[in-house]
Nanobody, 118 residues
Framework: VQLQASGGGLAQPGGSLRLSCAVSGSIFSINIMGWYGQAPGKQRELVATITSGGRSNYADSVEGRLTISRDNAKNTVDLQMNNLKPEDTAVYLC?????????????WGKGTLVTVSS
């Protein structure tokens, strides 16, 4: 399984960005896709995930500002980031969990940098 992320860049506070991730390879239909963020000097943290059934989960800090969506036919997951704050600055990593494996198997894409600054 390979993950290819795109998007990111520089945004001003209050601005918007959109991240996209395409997942390819041997993909079981029941899975979880999502995004994690790693800010400078901090641990990787969950931003948002979405199941193949469409159930989404968000970190409290992004609830109401970020929206995750997926296209099961294209095996893509997007993260629409609105009303960005400086504390959203981080490397964002695309995430895929294969649920065909007992306990799940995780895959990670290369990160894409989001910088929120005036």
């Amino acid at each position: 399984v390979q993950l290819q992320a795109s998007g990111g860049g520089l945004a001003q506070p209050g601005g918007s960005l959109r991240l996209s991730c395409a997942v390819s390879g041997s993909i079981f239909s029941i899975n979880i896709m999502g995004w994690y963020g790693q800010a400078p000097g901090k641990q990787r943290e969950l931003v948002a995930t979405i199941t193949s059934g469409g159930r989404s989960n968000y970190a409290d800090s992004v609830e109401g500002r970020l929206t995750i969506s997926r296209d099961n036919a294209k095996n893509t997951v997007d993260l629409q980031m609105n009303n960005l704050k400086p504390e959203d600055t981080a490397v964002y990593l695309c995430y895929f969990r294969d649920l065909s494996v007992l306990g799940g198997k995780d895959y990670w894409g290369k990160g894409t940098l989001v910088t929120v600054s005036s």
